[in-house]
C-alpha cells in the first residue's frame, strides 16, 4: 500500500494506519535533519561541510551540537583514546560464534557481551565507552570470523578509524593500501553515522532504551534492526548487483536496468524513503571515486548506473525518487579499497551509525522534556474487532 502524503503534519487519518508511521512526526532529533532535497545535515551543518573533518570532531558534533575548538578536539580525541579497549571476555566470546553466522548477528552479539561486562549505567559515559570500543570489535568480528588471527590491540595513538584500519590488520596489505582504506573509511564514517531520527535502527534503538534498557542492548536492537534488508543491508545487496552487470557499456547497463525491471528485480542503490534528490552522500562518494578509482572497472559500472538508471526510473510515474542513495557507490569504493566481502558492509554501516544513535539516546534520556526524559515508547495499535469468543465455543 502506497502512503498518503498528510495535508496536515498532524493529522493522522485511517489511510495512515499500517504504514510504518511514515511521516508522521513522533518526536524532535537534534543531531541531524534530512532534507527530502538538500539531504543529510548534522546539526546544521550540510554533510558535505563535515566530510573532510576528522571523525572524532564530527562525533563530538553530535554529542555537543558544535564543533569543537582544537583544545576541545585534542581533549576529546585522547578522552577516547582513554576509552579504547574491548573487554577480553568479549574478544575471547567472539571466537566461539559460528563462522557462518552473518557479520551483524556477531555485531550484535559482541554490543550484547560489551553492554554485559561493561556497562555503567550512566547514558553518556556508555555513549563514549561504545563509540570509543567500536573499532576494536568491529575489527575483531573481521578478524576473527574471517580466520586472520586473534584481535589486535588499538594503538592509543590512532583515531578511530585509523585504529580501526590497524586492528584489521589485513593481510598482505601494502602501506599504500592501507593508506586507500584509511581514506575510504573516514569518508564512509562520517557519512554513515546519522540520519534523521525516524530511520529504523535509530526508531529502535531509541524504544528500547525509552525502557531503560541500556545503551548497549539498545545499540544491539539498533544493529538488529539495521541488519534487515530493507535498511542497512542494502549497502550488501548493492554491490552484488553492480557486481553481476559485468559491463561498463551504458547502453548494455542501460538495458540491465530495463530488463531487471521488467522481470520485478529491483534496482538497487536507487531510491529513499526520504529523499527526492540525489543523496548528497552519494554525491560525495562517486567524488571520491573520481579521485581514487577513476579507471576501476566497477566504479565506470556504478558511474554508468548513476546516468542510465535514473534515466529509466525517472520515467516511471510510481517511482517518486529515481536517484541514488548512499548505498549506490559506497560498496564499490570498499571493495577498492581492500574489502571486498560485501557481508561486512552492513557491519561498517553499524561501525559508523552507534555514533548518532548513541548521541540521539542520550538526548531522549537526559536532555530532552527538560531533563526529564522521553517516556517510555506506548504507540496506539487500534485493535481490529474480532467477534466475541469463548474457549469451547
Ligand atoms: C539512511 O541512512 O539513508 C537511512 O538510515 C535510511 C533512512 O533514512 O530511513
Redesign the pocket.
Known sequence: MSTPEPKDLFTITEAHLDTGLRGFPVGTARTSK?DPVQGVSYCGYPIADLVDLSPEAVVYLLLHKQLPTDDELAAFTADLQGRMGLPESVKSSLSGLPRDGHPMEWLICGLTLMGMVSKTGDWLEDAKNLVARMPELVAAIFRVRNGWGEPLAPDPSKGLVENFVHMLGMPDATEADLARLTQVMRTFYIL?MD??G?????FTGKAVASGHADIFASLAASMAALYGPL??RANQDCLEFVRTIGTQDPDQIEQFVRDALASGNKIYGFG???LRAE?PRATIQYALGQSLIPDDPLFKTALALRERAVKVLSGIEKVSNPYP??DAVSGTLLSAAGLTDSNYYTVLFGFA?VSGIAAQIVDERTVARNGKGVPIYRPKFLAVDQPARRIGD
Open positions: 534530512v554513515h540520519h534523521g525516524g530511520n529504523l535502527s535509530t535498511h542497512g529513499h524513503a526520504v543523496d542513495n548512499v551509525r
